[in-house]
Each structure stands twice: as structure tokens, then as C-alpha cells.
């Protein structure tokens, strides 16, 4: 059959339809694309991770974001809260670095406690000046549920550190008030797996504004009135909203307020009058570092050259420098007069604001008691003195002796002073005439014991003679007891030495360090004495405590620990009167307190800062030591030296937020260990750093809280060294403050 014969045997069927098939695949494509987007989502948004196994996730994914009722909910005590917020994209932290309209910031949270934690429940808020875009989940770790402001975190894995399984979004609406720019984390309650529930503190991050406002207050106490420079709002009844100053540059800061003015550093130096409202720009001194001299008047400026190391002072009234600079020149500030020293105390004097030599009156001089000699003190800090008669003549060729509170000077009990004047005492009576004038010594310090009534009843000098002996004596060199010969690598620590009582024997104790006391030496002598003896205690320098008794004359020596964190002391303000307790985190690296620290404190606080026990007794802080604090490196800081302590600290402690009070205190304690030390390495501890350590617990808690620490190191040649940033410390409501240091 050819080709053709079967071309012709074709026969032409009719072409069946598609349509039907095309319909049934599209409807099959459909479902499986249903059934596999199903599962699909399942899979994504599943808790239970298909690495892990499951742990009762039907019973989780039910969970309340509220607590049941009923359960018993116990305070945990060890746990640690935090919160933490950066701005989108970078690793800037808010409360840091400001933020400004416009900004993207996510916040999340972490706990980390003894316990295996289940569930965690909590609410949130925050400040007007935030819109929350959303709440975001991190990955697959919880089952966490959202409910309004409520939230819970239902763990699949028991676990002892707690990451946010969610993070929070917020766009900065408004950056001029940083009352509105808070996040906050509340009504905090842990579950563990064992069923136990624990309650943590609230926790809030407040957002550094860029745009800064400041708002300037009148705050009254019951004993006094001063002016708040801060950031935020006050709206307690004790604040009198004087004035506001907008800044106009991002870097701006408050450097000082004197009289009826403020220095602002806002891109130049401003004086803004706080109570006209007046801003005076001071471009022609830009190059300097200045300082204000007014009232209700700008007199004129402290100017000071950094390249000469000097200062110089301007006046406004005399449109001229008054005082020229001058290398090693250094000027103070007061009520109606500046101080004027130099490096040499070759010319120490007391000018008024014209430049004329300043005679005080009667109303500006204090009595010494048991003595006709007055003072004038030309310190905020209390830490330079100048002495008069009655009649306001200056004594002593005018010349100022400085820290006259901490060991400069001591009184007789024929009225006479005696005072220290390089390395030898001399005694003078009211008519400057030298009654006696001892011998130089290589150091010595002056030691009195205060009694009950806050009198003194005891008076002596402990000395280094110059054959290295540590003995006491009196004012006409008596030798009353020797304590040691010290060798050169012994060191004696004045600051830590003095009149106190120790395990009920009261007397003199000089604290001199010995690191060649071996680690078992000190460990059996501490425990000999009843010493706690913690993880750091082998870390630490270590030494002898020489005593002697003057009632029994009893002496000995025995084995301390040198080191550690000193004069530490908090202040309390609410803003009503409050019951507070306090306690610490790490309780255990106490050693001295005062009042008695027994598991906590328990004081009721005035606004005023006023402090009493429950027995009525009154205290003004509440003090304690520490056996240790964490060392640092000093790799950033400040090069400070003898000469300009005083300025030094006065200008930081006001920058970082110290009142007056405070700064007083601190300078007095602080300044004689930077000025016997000479030349020194600086470095502030704040409070961030601080809680890393020993964590303060005050409930109620405060609304804001500034703890600071000096860190002082001894140098024998300047030290270049990276300078420390500071952060100003901003008081708004319930304020507590606390301050101290070590020495190196």
C-alpha cells in the first residue's frame, strides 16, 4: 500500500473540547496553593521551632497577659531588669546619644535571674512625644501575647537569661521635652517552672532631646531657696518656673549659675539673665574658658588661657582687664569679692570687683569658737580661709590657708591657732605674735576627737619626722607614742586614719600601707578579727592599722584591707515627706555603715533631704563603705594638679549635677587627697557604671538617681591623657543622690 492509499483510508474525526480540562487544572492549582500557603503559614508562625521540642504549646498559646488571681507573688531580690533603646540602624543608645523628629527607635528588654523563667508578664507606656509603629517579633523563642498596653512572654524553653522576644518601634514626634520622651516597663512579674511568681521593679528609659529647652526653677526648702537648671518639667509645689532658654546649638549645655545669670556653652558662650530674659553673646572671649563674676548684675568674667595657664579678669564696668594674665595665676568668684592666688602663694589677696583690696565686714566674718579669731570663707567648698579680728583686719600678711576644715589648722586651749604652714606647725596668738614653731617634718596632720556634743575634747599632731617615724605628739613635740618606722614602700593613708572606734576600743588608728604582708598573713589576721572575707579580698592593697588608746594607753597593730570604696554617702529628696527603705544589691561588700545597716534601711525623708530613724533620730545621709569597687585604667580622664583642685572640681561637680550642699561636701572631703597628692589622674564613675557593681534597691523607687564616684590616682610627671566626657545629671521629682571614691 503506497503512501497514497493510506493518505485516502484517513478519515476526518471530529476535534474533542479542553474547556473542561483547563477548568478542573485550575481549580486543582488553587487548592494545592491554598493547602500549601496553610501550611506554610503555620510553619513560619508556629512557637514550636521543629529543632526544639514541644513543651505543652497548646496550654502557652492560651495564656492571660495578667497573672492568675489569686497566686502568691514574692519580690525578687537578685534579678536584674533592663531596658534598652537605640536609634534604628545604628548602635547609639538613646539615653546617650539625643534624638531628634523624625527618629526611628526600637526598644527591647532583658532579665537575667537565678530562676529558669516560664512566662513573663508586664504593661507598658510612654511619653507623648512617641508614636509606636508596631511591636515586633524577634524570632521563634516565645509565644507572646499582646493585649492593649499588656504583654506576655510564654517561654518554650525554661532558660535563665530572657532576651525580648519582641521589640518595640517608635517615631520621635516631638523632641523638646524629655518628660514625653520615656518608655516605660511596669507591673513586671516572673514565672518559673516551677510555678513560683516573683515581682520586679519597674523599669523606664528617658531619651536624650536634642533640641534642648532648659527649664529654669526656683525650688524652696524649708531652710533655704536655690535655682534648678534642668531638662525637665517640675511639678512639685516647692518649684517656681522662672524662666526657659531654648539652645540653638545640639552641643549645649549649662556650664554655671552666679547671681541672676547662667552660662550657657551653646555654640559661644551666652550669659542669659534668668530673670529678664536677656541673652548677652560673649563672642570677643570665645577663645578662653570663662567663668561669670555677677549679681543682678554682670560684673565680668574669669578668663582663662590655656596655653599660658593662667587667668585674668575682665570688668564689664571698667570695660578692661583689672587683673592681666598671668602664668600660674588663678582667680575665684564670691559674694562682692574675687580670691587671687598664684602657684607660689606669693600674693594671695581678697580684691573687690573693682580691683581694690577687700575689707569684710563684721555680718561676712565667722568666729572660730573658743578664740578671737574669725574667717572668711572664700569657698563655696568651704576649702579656702582667710583670717581676721573683729575688726576685719587680715591677718597673717594675708596670707589664705586652704581646706581649713580638714586638718590646716587646729585651736588651743588658750584660744591660740595653730596652723600649718608647708611642713612645720606654728602657733600665733590674736596678736599674730609666734608663740611656737615646731621643727619640719616630712608630713604630719592634725587629729581631734569629737564628742557627743560635738566639742572637742582631745587635741594632737601625727607626724613623719625625718628619720621615717609615724609617732604621735603634741603641740610643743612631746613624744606621746611611736607607732612604726616606715620604709619606702610604705605609705600612710591620712584620709582613712583618725579618731574612731574599733571593735569598742576608741582611739587614734593610722592606716598605713604594707604589700608585703603575705595573702596568708591577711587572711588569718582577718579572721582572727572577725572579718568577712570576700572574693576580692586577695585582690586588694593591703597594710596595718597602728592604734593607740589615750585612756588606757593601750597600742598594737593588726591587719586591713586598704582600698576599696570610700565615703560613700546618699542623699534623699522626695517630694513629700516619704518612708523610704534602701538596700543594695550585693549587701555582703559592706563594712562600715552608718546608721547600722541591718537588711535594709528604713528612714522617713523629707523634701528637704532631712533623713530620721524610727526612733526619731535625725541624720543628713545615709554612709557606708565597701570593701571593694571596680578598679579602672584611667586609658580616659583628667590630669589635675594641686593648684587648680579647686577649680577642677568646683567646675565639674557643678556640671555633673552636684547642689551646693553636696559639692561642698565632696570638695571637703576629696580636695586635701588631690592637693597632698600633687599631681593626679582623675576619672568619674557614674551612675550606669556604678550599679554594675553594687546596684542601690530604694523603694519607692526615684525618679531620677545620680551616683558618683572620684577615682584618684597619684602620678609623679603630667600625664597626657584622653579627656572624659560627662554627662549632666537632671533632677526632676523624687532625686537621689549619692557620692564617693577611691584612691589608687
Known amino acids: 500500500m503506497n503512501n497514497d492509499d493510506v493518505n485516502n483510508n484517513i478519515v476526518e474525526q471530529p476535534k474533542k ?76 543608645y538613646v539615653n546617650k546619644v539625643p534624638v531628634k523628629k523624625g527618629d526611628i527607635v526600637t526598644c527591647e528588654y532583658g532579665l537575667e535571674d537565678p530562676y529558669k523563667i516560664e512566662t513573663v508578664y508586664y504593661q507598658f507606656d510612654y511619653g507623648t512625644g512617641l508614636k509606636l509603629i508596631e511591636i515586633k517579633k524577634r524570632d521563634n523563642q516565645a509565644s507572646s501575647k499582646v493585649e492593649g498596653n499588656r504583654v506576655s512572654d510564654v517561654y518554650t524553653r525554661p532558660q535563665p537569661v530572657l532576651d525580648s522576644p519582641y521589640y518595640f518601634r517608635f517615631e520621635v514626634l516631638d523632641d523638646t521635652d524629655v518628660n514625653n520622651l520615656v518608655f516605660r516597663i511596669s507591673n513586671i512579674v516572673i514565672k518559673s517552672i516551677s510555678n513560683d511568681y516573683y515581682k520586679l521593679n519597674d523599669e523606664s528609659v528617658t531619651f536624650k532631646n536634642s533640641s534642648k529647652l532648659f527649664y529654669i526653677y526656683e525650688v524652696s526648702t524649708e531652710d533655704d531657696k536655690y535655682i534648678d537648671i534642668t531638662n525637665n518639667k517640675r511639678n512639685d509645689s516647692n518649684s517656681k518656673l522662672l524662666n526657659e532658654y531654648r539652645c540653638s546649638s545640639e552641643e549645649c549645655y549649662d556650664v554655671e549659675s552666679r547671681g541672676d545669670y547662667i552660662l550657657f556653652d551653646d555654640g559661644s558662650h551666652i550669659a542669659f539673665n534668668y530673670i529678664t530674659g536677656e541673652k548677652i553673646v560673649l563672642d570677643k572671649f570665645k577663645k578662653y574658658s570663662i567663668r561669670l563674676v555677677s549679681d543682678s548684675k554682670l560684673r565680668g568674667l574669669i578668663l582663662f588661657d590655656e596655653t599660658l595657664g593662667g587667668e585674668a579678669y575682665y570688668s564689664f564696668e571698667s570695660e578692661k582687664y ?55 570663707d572664700a569657698g563655696t567648698a568651704g576649702s579656702i580661709y582667710f ?108 584620709a582613712l586614719s583618725g579618731f574612731y572606734e574599733y571593735q569598742k576600743k576608741h582611739g587614734i588608728y593610722m592606716v598605713v600601707q604594707d604589700n608585703s604582708i603575705t595573702d596568708k598573713e591577711l587572711l588569718d589576721g582577718l579572721k582572727a578579727q572577725g572579718e568577712e572575707i570576700s572574693d576580692y579580698t586577695l585582690e586588694e592593697d593591703r597594710g596595718y592599722e597602728y592604734y593607740y588608746i589615750p585612756t588606757t594607753k593601750e597600742s598594737g597593730k593588726f591587719v586591713t584591707v586598704i582600698g576599696g570604696y570610700a565615703k560613700p554617702i546618699l542623699y534623699l529628696y522626695p517630694e513629700v515627706e516619704t518612708q523610704i527603705t534602701v538596700n543594695f544589691s550585693n549587701e555582703d561588700n559592706l563594712t562600715t555603715t552608718y546608721p547600722k545597716f541591718k537588711n535594709e534601711w528604713k528612714v522617713l525623708a523629707k523634701p528637704n533631704g532631712d533623713l530620721y530613724d524610727s526612733n526619731g533620730k535625725y541624720y543628713y545621709g545615709l554612709y557606708w563603705e565597701e570593701d571593694l569597687n571596680h578598679k579602672v585604667d584611667f586609658s580616659e580622664g583628667f590630669y589635675v594638679t594641686k593648684e587648680n583642685a579647686i577649680e577642677f572640681l568646683e567646675e565639674k561637680l557643678t556640671y555633673i549635677g552636684l547642689n551646693d550642699k553636696e559639692r561642698n561636701e565632696f570638695i571637703m572631703y576629696w580636695l586635701p587627697i588631690l592637693e597632698k597628692n600633687g599631681k593626679n589622674l582623675v576619672y568619674f564613675e557614674l551612675t550606669d557604671e556604678r550599679d554594675s557593681f553594687n546596684k542601690l534597691i530604694i523603694n519607692p523607687k526615684p525618679d531620677s538617681i545620680l551616683r558618683l564616684a572620684i577615682h584618684v590616682k597619684k602620678v609623679n610627671n603630667k600625664v597626657n591623657i584622653k579627656e572624659q566626657k560627662l554627662e549632666t545629671f537632671n533632677r526632676t521629682g523624687f532625686t537621689a543622690v549619692e557620692w564617693g571614691g577611691m584612691t589608687y
Request: some cysteine; aromatic content about 14%; overall charge negative.
Open 17 to 92: 473540547s479542553n474547556k473542561g480540562l483547563i477548568i478542573f487544572l485550575v481549580i486543582l492549582l488553587v487548592l494545592l496553593l491554598g493547602v500549601g500557603g496553610f501550611f506554610a503559614y503555620k510553619y513560619f508562625t508556629n512557637e514550636d521551632n521543629s529543632n526544639e521540642k514541644p513543651n505543652n504549646t497548646s496550654k502557652k498559646e492560651e495564656e492571660s497577659v495578667y497573672p492568675p488571681d489569686g497566686v502568691q507573688i514574692n519580690e525578687l531580690k537578685n534579678g536584674t531588669f533592663s531596658i534598652g533603646c537605640m536609634k534604628e540602624g545604628t548602635l547609639d
Open 322 to 376: 583689672i587683673v592681666d594674665f598671668k602664668k600660674g595665676q588663678y582667680l575665684n568668684a564670691f559674694d562682692g569679692y574675687l580670691y587671687l592666688s598664684k602657684d607660689d602663694d606669693s600674693s594671695d589677696k581678697l580684691i573687690d570687683y573693682k580691683g581694690n583690696d577687700f575689707v569684710p565686714t563684721i555680718k561676712e566674718l565667722h568666729k572660730i569658737e573658743e578664740t578671737e579669731f574669725y574667717y572668711i
Open 387 to 494: 583670717f581676721f579680728n573683729k575688726d576685719g583686719k587680715a591677718l597673717f600678711n594675708r596670707k589664705s590657708y586652704s581646706s581649713l576644715l580638714q586638718g590646716t589648722y587646729q585651736v588651743t586651749k588658750d584660744g591660740n591657732l595653730i596652723l600649718r604652714e608647708g611642713n612645720k606647725f606654728v602657733e600665733y596668738n590674736i596678736n599674730e605674735e609666734v608663740i611656737y614653731e615646731s621643727a619640719e617634718y616630712n608630713d604630719f596632720d592634725f587629729i581631734v576627737d569629737i564628742n557627743d556634743k560635738g566639742v572637742i575634747s582631745s587635741r594632737y599632731i601625727v607626724a613623719v619626722d625625718k628619720d621615717n617615724k609615724l609617732k604621735l605628739i603634741d603641740s610643743r613635740e612631746n613624744l606621746i607614742h611611736e607607732f612604726v618606722t616606715l620604709n619606702k614602700d610604705n605609705e600612710v593613708h591620712w
